[in-house]
């Protein structure tokens, strides 16, 4: 009886151990990892800062943009009324208004 007592007893624990084994390799191996579920309140807040920041960048993209090319039309100008003075004429003309003055000026005394 003691030989039937000890080989149900090791049949027993030798079935525990199988159903561990089969259920930790099925749990590793066979069955989909468990993924974390991130809260909708999360992802909500998390969908309209990255909306928000989104177009703060977009808006300071097109505010770059809109002033650089200003800036290039402001120099394009400076460049074109310096171009068409190359004559000194608008100089003569102060300098003939300078000496009309200094005339005036003397006949006063």
């Known amino acids: 009886m003691n030989d039937s007592g000890n080989a149900a ?13 089969i259920k930790r390799f099925t749990q590793e191996h066979l069955l989909p990892p468990v993924k974390a579920e ?11 800062g ?7 960048v977009t808006s300071g993209v097109i505010w770059g943009v809109s002033t650089l090319n200003a800036l290039q039309i402001t120099v394009a100008r400076m460049d074109e009324r310096q171009q068409q003075d190359t004559t000194g004429a608008r100089l003569e003309k102060i300098e003939e208004r300078l000496t009309t003055l200094e005339e005036l000026k003397r006949g006063e005394k």
Do not use: D
């Not at 007893?9 to 084994?21: G, H, K, L, N, S």
């Not at 990255?50 to 703060?56: D, F």
């Open 9 to 21: 007893q090791v049949r027993m624990v030798a079935e525990q151990v199988a159903e561990a084994t």
């Open 38 to 48: 991130m809260p909708p309140a999360l992802k909500l807040w998390g969908s309209i």
């Open 50 to 56: 990255a909306a928000v920041l989104t177009l703060v």
